[in-house]
């Protein structure tokens, strides 16, 4: 997907995107995008998205008080709290980068920000990569997104999923993050108010 700011009008949004995702002949062209050591993805402009839900602006742009991420928001900076010896400051401490986060990103503050590995929208792959401890060494288990590549030698940034609740309705699309601007943080309007007890 590409999101273009709110203040760029569609005329503005068909110039800037025309060149890109059209040949001189006016059919759709393929881009080729480049992930580093994901891999590359060759796309193309879907022209035929009747009843593809997720491909419809409102899907990502609905005002909603309450929001959860489809892929996971990876943190602006390092807890300084243990996760294992002091889980309950631990995750204070991400709620609060997570709210730092969405102001950075131009939203208000949350009245209330929920956290954890596993997304609160059915289908959605676990925020990080479970794994498990072998004789031979360490193992994948089951889903998860990979973690948002660095430069070499650098720390992987913790990742969770959020669930956002915000005192008035929010417009989308709400993306937020260090990873914003590479496919991470990408939260979706729940329009039924939920939260895990």
Same mark, same amino acid.
């Given at each position: 997907?590409? &999101?273009?700011?709110?203040?760029?009008?569609?005329?503005?949004?068909?110039?800037?995107?025309?060149?890109?995702? #059209? @040949?001189?002949?006016?059919?759709?062209?393929?881009?080729?995008?480049?992930?580093?050591?994901?891999?590359?993805?060759?796309?193309?402009?879907?022209?035929?998205? &009747?009843?593809?839900?997720?491909?419809?602006?409102?899907?990502?742009?609905?005002?909603?008080?309450?929001?959860?991420?489809?892929?996971?928001?990876?943190?602006?900076? #390092?807890?300084?709290?243990? $996760?294992? @010896?002091?889980?309950?400051?631990?995750?204070?401490?991400? &709620?609060?980068?997570?709210?730092?986060?969405?102001?950075?990103?131009?939203?208000?503050?949350?009245? %209330?920000?929920?956290?954890?590995?596993?997304?609160?929208?059915?289908?959605?792959?676990? &925020?990080?990569? $479970?794994?498990?401890?072998?004789?031979?060494?360490?193992?994948?288990?089951? @889903?998860?997104?990979?973690?948002?590549?660095?430069?070499?030698?650098?720390?992987?940034?913790?990742?969770?999923?959020?669930?956002?609740? #915000?005192?008035?309705?929010?417009?989308?699309?709400?993306?937020?993050?260090?990873?914003? %601007?590479?496919?991470?943080?990408?939260?979706?309007?729940?329009?039924?108010?939920?939260?895990?007890?």
């Amino acid at each position: 997907a590409i &999101a273009l700011p709110k203040q760029v009008s569609p005329e503005q949004r068909g110039v800037a995107l025309r060149d890109l995702m #059209f @040949d001189e002949n006016d059919d759709s062209r393929i881009v080729e995008l480049k992930l580093g050591r994901l891999g590359e993805w060759n796309v193309r402009l879907e022209t035929d998205n &009747a009843g593809r839900q997720t491909l419809q602006n409102e899907t990502w742009i609905t005002p909603s008080t309450t929001w959860a991420s489809v892929t996971p928001v990876v943190l602006d900076r #390092f807890p300084k709290t243990s $996760k294992t @010896d002091q889980r309950q400051q631990w995750v204070k401490e991400v &709620a609060e980068t997570v709210s730092r986060s969405c102001e950075l990103a131009g939203f208000p503050t949350p009245s %209330f920000v929920d956290i954890d590995t596993t997304s609160w929208l059915t289908g959605v792959p676990r &925020a990080i990569a $479970k794994r498990r401890r072998t004789p031979s060494g360490d193992a994948p288990l089951g @889903d998860g997104f990979p973690s948002m590549p660095y430069g070499i030698g650098k720390p992987v940034r913790p990742q969770v999923h959020v669930h956002l609740t #915000f005192a008035q309705p929010v417009v989308g699309p709400v993306i937020i993050g260090a990873g914003r %601007f590479r496919g991470y943080g990408l939260c979706k309007p729940i329009l039924e108010h939920r939260r895990r007890q």
